[in-house]
């Protein structure tokens, strides 16, 4: 679980496999910007990692048992099953629209899942980690949570996520003996910091744990949506430890021996603050009781918010997809990836959904700097050398040195990826092309260019701005992979991100030399009034 140290451009990283998670989006609501904003940035590790020559397993899905579902479905007169399969094909849908790359999409209601849970609750109950007993006190319906006496006091015996009421109930379950691993959980913590990101929410965690655990149901009898519990039907798997196993199940990890195995552990559960103690801390003690491998990080982001204000489809501020969409219309896919990896809640506070802020963020980074710096720079080089790549003629530009450069913002840039700091990944490089303008502005090419006899010092400039940018769009392929894969062809490079050799990619090199260039505009000046939401944000 220990974390990578930053590597030189020629070192060789990592090549173990990689396993990334999504928590499995609960089907009794339709898609929003939360579930868009955890698969995206999944998808951007993932792409980041197999274009190091990982092989990475990236995994979403959907959980559709519990008593929400069936209540909804009972709402609309349809069969639970019914309701599922309908909001499992609008996730679906999602992968689609974002051009996602998940490897696999489970579903809780699958036959591969249901069989591979009650096998290993099974194997729970025959290592005594799971009893039956009897539960009094507070139930949080909306997250399906029982509470405890003192934080439904501290929360006002309010829900802390929806703020409905706590419910009193009683109930004869199955517990699993999460008391049992306080300290296998406390040495856990200690002897791997980076168990839970960012360190605000490894700090909540922590906070929580020192005031002891408690057993937890996993099981409940007040409802009939789920899955059966070995050996006494009457009661149905919990459903939170239902949507736990996903990750085990997907993985055929009840099974044998099977290929997929190679995958575990996780390097990284991606999900919500809002279900960090579930993964942060029951999860850990559940494959401990099962002798499984920990996961390498649970990374636990924030939430969004719109216009200043909680998300509220009453106000209008909801991104909701059809919201999403019109972005998509308007600034296109990668517009939207950038945004949200770099504008999200990564770290521990809530971030702000804008629509003048995306517009805002579009031009600045998109427009003025990854769109302007590779413009600029094909336009010369079609201007002075006809569009092809000229040779370094080895010129010196004091205080100068964009291999350097490069060099700094790949391993920064590897670093952040190590780290999960998506956005520092998107700082280094775009950094980097920042660093090229501020070169085209001091060595100012457009005036060597016209003296004859500075012509080696125009190839040198030249020369080492494209590979500069070439170096850059390596990094930001994983962000915005559409406009880099049009800046590729535009410049005559051959990249294949699927071929695993970011190694050489990422390296200075003359590659490009002799390589016929053309003019390229990867994103188009948008007027401020076409912003979708403009109305919510006046």
């Not at 609501?29 to 951007?44: F, K, N």
């Not at 829900?159 to 999460?178: Q, T």
């Not at 963020?361 to 002075?384: E, F, H, I, Q, W």
């Amino acid at each position: 679980m220990s974390q990578s140290a930053p590597l030189h451009p020629d070192q060789k990283p990592d090549q173990s496999p990689a396993y990334i998670t999504t928590p499995i989006y609960y089907v009794n609501d339709r898609p929003h910007i939360g579930h868009a904003y955890t698969t995206t940035l999944c998808d951007v590790w993932a792409r980041a990692m197999r274009f190091a020559g990982r092989d990475v397993f990236f995994l979403t899905g959907t959980d559709e048992h519990g008593v929400k579902v069936e209540k909804s479905a009972q709402a609309r007169g349809i069969e639970p099953q019914a309701l599922a399969d309908e909001n499992a094909a609008e996730f679906q849908k999602v992968m689609k629209m974002f051009n996602l790359t998940n490897d696999d999409f489970i579903r809780t209601t699958e036959p591969r899942h249901e069989r591979q849970v009650q096998s290993l609750v099974k194997r729970l109950l025959e290592t005594g980690d799971v009893y039956l007993g009897e539960f009094e006190g507070w139930y949080d319906e909306g997250q399906e949570e029982y509470v405890t006496e003192t934080k439904a006091k501290e929360t006002d015996f309010k829900s802390p996520i929806s703020g409905k009421p706590l419910v009193r109930a009683n109930e004869r379950n199955y517990y699993f003996k999460l008391s049992a691993y306080q300290d296998r959980l406390e040495t856990l913590f200690a002897d791997h910091p980076g168990f839970v990101k960012p360190d605000a929410r490894r700090n909540e965690v922590l906070g929580r744990l020192r005031g002891g655990l408690q057993d937890v149901p996993i099981t409940r009898t007040n409802f009939t949506w789920g899955i059966p519990f070995p050996g006494d039907e009457e009661h149905v798997i919990y459903v939170w430890i239902d949507a736990l196993l996903n990750y085990a199940t997907a993985l055929n990890l009840a099974d044998a021996d099977d290929d997929r195995h190679r995958y575990w552990p996780a390097t990284f559960h991606v999900i919500g603050k809002e279900i960090l103690w579930f993964h942060a801390v029951i999860w850990p003690a559940v494959l401990m009781a099962l002798e499984l491998p920990m996961p390498g990080c649970v990374y636990a982001h924030s939430f969004w918010i719109s216009e200043g204000k909680k998300m509220s489809k009453s106000l209008g501020n909801f991104v909701d997809l059809p919201t999403i969409e019109r972005y998509l219309d308007v600034y296109g896919l990668d517009a939207w990836r950038w945004y949200m990896v770099n504008n999200g809640p990564l770290g521990a506070t809530d971030a702000d959904f804008q629509a003048a802020g995306f517009h805002e963020t579009y031009t600045s980074d998109l427009v003025n700097t990854v769109g302007n710096c590779a413009s600029r720079t094909t336009a010369m080089l079609g201007k002075y050398f006809d569009g092809v790549v000229p040779a370094d003629a080895g010129c010196e530009f004091p205080g100068w040195d964009l291999k350097a450069s490069a060099d700094e913002a790949v391993t920064a840039w590897r670093a952040a990826l190590e780290d999960f700091a998506l956005d520092n990944a998107c700082a280094a490089g775009i950094g980097l092309l920042r660093t090229v303008d501020a070169f085209i502005n001091a060595t100012e090419p457009f005036k060597v260019a016209k003296d004859p006899e500075r012509q080696d010092e125009l190839a040198s400039t030249l020369a080492r701005c494209i590979e500069a940018v070439r170096i850059a769009s390596v990094m930001l392929w994983p962000v915005i992979p559409q406009r880099m894969e049009s800046l590729w062809l535009a410049i005559g490079c051959d990249i294949d991100p699927a071929s695993g050799d970011l190694t050489t990619q990422a390296c200075w090199g003359d590659s490009l030399v002799g390589a016929q260039t053309e003019k390229v505009a990867l994103f188009p000046r948008i007027d401020a009034a076409s912003t979708p939401m403009a109305d919510v944000a006046s």
